[in-house]
């Protein structure tokens, strides 16, 4: 018989939420000469990443383990952190190179590879997108990459040896199991993340940031330039309930759209 | 100019028509053109043979496309195809294929794409509050917005070569509980209805589905009537923390028009709202406002719809 303890055979689970700093989604947006001009936006972490760090603390709350809150930014972006370890994570990490301005995709993706595998992170949750781009592809290239099974989207999430995920589908909402080691992304489901009480706070303030960095490849795609919408035209008004026939008639005829 | 690899996009099991605005906006970056059908059964690919504007057809034949796994799409597709700028239908599927695709090639990815010039692709960012426009060098992955591009026509009769591929699947599906209502979702929808918090109450969403079920529309809903009603999905959200949608039409009611919003569904080819408030917001983005109550004009407006259509 074998004398390890149990303690020694189970390996806890090491998790990352990956979150991003972008800016208020309620606020308005100007371009100035060619570029987004952010001087007087506030910044906060993406509505998304709130939906990733409860799930990945209800993940640590059902195995054990740790959640390590991860974001890629100069050191303005260490106010989210503070927000997520207010939520409850146990550590904060920040990964950045001052060589770094704007990395595309390939190279941001190599750069979480890179720190994730440093970190030795056995599952990796983050927003289904950033409310940035809303691109939504930092979840499914990063698993990609590590060579990791992902899951995107989720709304619900059981823990055990793998993470049984819910998930929209064509048909409807899929029950999948996502073996681990795993990226996933999540959507606003059934967890709502919690909120950050006073504890948390004094202690988000005393924690510290991980300084990390990595190797970063050269991006092939670079912004060129940013730009408004093209403004509509007015569109008419009506007033009263009853001009609702003349509108559909004009959707008709005028729109063509129906 | 690199070689365009077009992937056919399969919406329940057959070939979405916008895959014909793929081949144009692979055009629109420049080469030769060649179209990838994903399929289970390679005779689906004989849709597609006939589009104009194409150089090559390749149907990859794998069990794994009628699954959800994007590891298994992805692997499958990267070994059956050859290399260059890949574009994608910028649906929820497809982007992660997307993804994991560039991930597969060491490429950057760029989504939601809707104006090319040459290597100059722009997409919206902020949900649509403003355009960025990036430069690619050399090879990307790329996915396209949906009903932004004029499709290719047919007539053509080009080769299929097919390739049978198999895929790394990573996950495993444990049921699927069927949509339990065969509404339409907003995301894929040609028309949408959507209420706010104007509305008072959820039951009274019931008048918005009746006008959708009228002109088969989806029924969508403002973020303040999701945050304030349970029985409201979130999955019904459209703006930047829910949908961003661009149909043919979309119906605002007792929405005001908050910026959050505003971004989920301004480019719209038209709007209709209607709000008793004439200061709202929305006014500014419809090309039809109604200053009334929807109680006095969802009644007329489902008369004159079911006049009209009935």
Same mark, same amino acid.
């Given at each position: ?113 890179? +720190? ?5 992170? #056995?599952?990796?949750?983050?927003? $289904?997108? &950033?409310?940035? =781009?809303?691109? %939504? ?81 050269? +991006? ?5 330039? #940013?730009?408004?919408?093209?403004? $509509?035209? &007015?569109?008419? =008004?009506?007033? %009263? ?18 | ?310």
């Amino acid at each position: 018989m074998n004398r390890f303890s149990l303690a020694d055979t189970i390996e806890m689970s090491t998790i990352v939420v990956l979150v991003k700093q972008v800016p208020d989604t309620n606020a308005k947006i100007a371009v100035q000469g060619g570029r987004v001009d952010l001087s007087t936006v506030k910044m906060e972490m993406s509505p998304y990443d709130g939906f990733a760090i409860e799930t990945a603390l209800r993940h640590k709350e059902a195995t054990g383990g740790t959640v390590t809150a991860l974001t890629v930014g100069a050191a303005g972006t260490e106010k989210i952190l503070k927000d997520a370890k207010a939520m409850g994570v146990d550590n904060i990490v920040r990964v950045w190179d001052d060589a770094w301005s704007e990395l595309d995709s390939n190279a941001l993706q190599s750069v979480l590879k890179e +720190s994730i595998e440093s970190l030795g992170a #056995h599952a990796v949750y983050c927003g $289904k997108s &950033a409310a940035d =781009t809303g691109a %939504g592809s930092t979840g499914p290239g990063l698993a990609e990459r590590l060579g990791w099974a992902n899951a995107s989207n989720i709304i619900n999430a059981e823990f055990g040896d793998a993470v049984t995920v819910s998930m929209p589908v064509e048909a409807g909402v899929a029950k999948i199991s996502v073996p681990l080691p795993a990226v996933i992304s999540c959507d606003k489901g059934d967890f709502k993340p919690r909120k950050a009480n006073v504890k948390g706070i004094m202690m988000a303030k005393k924690a510290k940031v991980e300084l990390l960095t990595a190797n970063a490849p050269a +991006s092939s795609v670079v912004v060129a330039h #940013h730009s408004m919408p093209a403004a $509509k035209p &007015a569109g008419k =008004t009506y007033e %009263g309930g009853s001009s609702a026939s003349e509108v559909v008639q004009l959707l008709r005829d005028e729109a063509n759209v129906l | 100019m690199t070689d365009k690899i077009v992937i056919a996009e399969l919406t329940k099991g057959t070939i979405n028509p916008s895959t014909a605005e793929l081949v144009a906006a692979a055009q629109a970056m420049g080469g030769n053109v060649t179209v990838v059908v994903p399929c289970t059964d390679a005779s689906m690919a004989n849709q597609v043979a006939s589009y104009d504007g194409v150089s090559k057809v390749i149907a990859v034949k794998s069990d794994v496309f009628a699954g959800n796994d994007s590891s298994g799409w992805a692997s499958a597709l990267d070994g059956a195809m050859p290399q260059g700028t890949v574009l994608f239908l910028a649906t929820s599927r497809s982007k992660d294929v997307a993804s994991r695709l560039a991930s597969r090639r060491g490429l950057s990815v760029v989504q939601d794409v809707v104006s090319i010039e040459g290597n100059n692709l722009t997409s919206p960012i902020y949900s649509g509050k403003a355009n960025q426009t990036v430069t690619v060098n050399g090879d990307a992955v790329v996915s396209v917005r949906a009903n932004v591009f004029s499709g290719v026509g047919s007539g053509s009769s080009n080769d299929v070569s097919v390739v049978d591929a198999s895929g790394d699947v990573k996950t495993a599906v444990q049921e699927i509980m069927q949509r339990a209502s065969a509404r339409l979702d907003v995301s894929e929808a040609n028309i949408i209805i959507s209420g706010g918090r104007g509305m008072g109450s959820p039951a009274n969403f019931t008048h918005l589905e009746a006008v959708a079920d009228t002109i088969g529309a989806a029924v969508g809903a403002s973020r303040a009537a999701v945050d304030t009603w349970e029985e409201i999905p979130h999955s019904m959200q459209v703006g930047q923390t829910g949908k961003t949608v661009n149909p043919n039409l979309y119906i605002a009611v007792g929405i005001s028009g908050a910026i959050q919003h505003l971004a989920g569904m301004r480019s719209s080819k038209y709007i209709v709202a209607i709000n008793k408030d004439a200061d709202a917001p929305i006014f500014q983005h419809a090309d039809y406002g109604i200053v009334a109550t929807w109680e006095e004009t969802l009644p007329v407006f489902q008369d004159a719809l079911s006049n009209l259509l009935g």
